[in-house]
């Protein structure tokens, strides 16, 4: 089993920034590529970024390339995902993610099947 909690989530202005992070626990956390999910009021959910197991390679949703950068820290158990220069747009539940997938497949939630309880992000205006 694995658990997953999400931090960093507020009430942020357009241009501003934020950092989310989210601690991982119950089994070896490098063995697996992390995602970032969102989901809008009334919309889908969503793929934001997602980074491999070592850390080396990434992916992200275009919407958010540029913005957004996802990293994690292995010693901590620990994925980030620094937004910056955040939009109205940005404003949804932000949701971290693993699973016995690939980095590649966590882009339209392949194999993802372990999720963490979601931090609000709201940008205002």
């Known amino acids: 089993q694995v658990q997953l909690v999400e931090s960093g989530g507020g009430l942020v202005q357009a241009g501003g920034s934020l950092r989310l992070s989210c601690a991982a626990s119950?089994?070896?956390?490098?063995?697996?590529?992390m995602g970032w999910f969102r989901q809008a009021p009334g919309k889908e959910r969503e793929f934001v970024a997602a980074?491999?197991?070592?850390?080396?390679?990434?992916y992200y949703a275009d919407s958010v390339k540029g913005r957004i950068t996802i990293s994690r820290d292995n010693t901590k158990n620990t994925v980030y995902l620094q937004l910056n220069n955040l939009k109205p747009e940005d404003t949804a539940v932000y949701y971290c993610?693993?699973?016995?997938?690939?980095?590649?497949?966590?882009?339209?939630?392949?194999?993802?099947?372990?999720w963490g309880q979601g931090t609000q992000v709201t940008v205002s205006s």
């Open positions: 980074i491999s197991g070592s850390g080396y390679s990434a």
């Open positions: 993610a693993t699973g016995p997938t690939t980095t590649q497949a966590m882009r339209i939630m392949s194999g993802v099947n372990y």
């Open positions: 119950g089994r070896t956390f490098s063995n697996y590529p």
